[in-house]
């Protein structure tokens, strides 16, 4: 079992910065950043695996930075130039598998959910 807790979000104006943090209780080779806003589905925005290769969504790309601490077992979502759009619930998640690539996706087997952290962007 693994217990994933978020931090860091809250509300900014566009252009703003904000860096998300989740601490994990114990080490998963694949951590992953994901976000939901009300009435659309779940997407994934930032992973990186266990050879610390990340993986970034089309719209964040050149924004948002995804890092991991592995002597902590802290994982951050650095987010700059913020904009409207990117205004969800923002979801740390944990998993591994032993062949696939770790992408956030929601067909990758990622088994350990955090509660969320919301973050708003006013224009």
């Known amino acids: 079992q693994v217990q994933l807790v978020e931090s860091g979000g809250g509300s900014v104006q566009a252009g703003g910065s904000l860096r998300l943090s989740c601490a994990a209780s114990?080490?998963?080779?694949?951590m992953g950043w994901f976000r939901q806003a009300p009435g659309k589905e779940r997407e994934g925005v930032a992973a990186?695996?266990?050879?610390?290769?990340?993986y970034y969504a089309d719209s964040v790309k050149g924004r948002f930075t995804v890092s991991k601490d592995n002597a902590t077992n802290i994982l951050y979502l650095q987010m700059n130039s913020l904009k409207p759009e990117d205004s969800a619930m923002y979801y740390c998640?944990?998993?591994?598998?032993?062949?696939?690539?770790?992408?956030?996706?929601?067909?990758?087997?990622?088994?350990?959910w955090g509660q969320g952290t919301q973050v708003t962007v006013s224009s």
């Open positions: 990186i695996g266990r050879t610390g290769s990340t």
């Open positions: 114990r080490y998963t080779s694949c």
């Open positions: 998640a944990a998993g591994s598998h032993p062949f696939r690539p770790c992408i956030a996706t929601m067909t990758y087997p990622y088994y350990y």
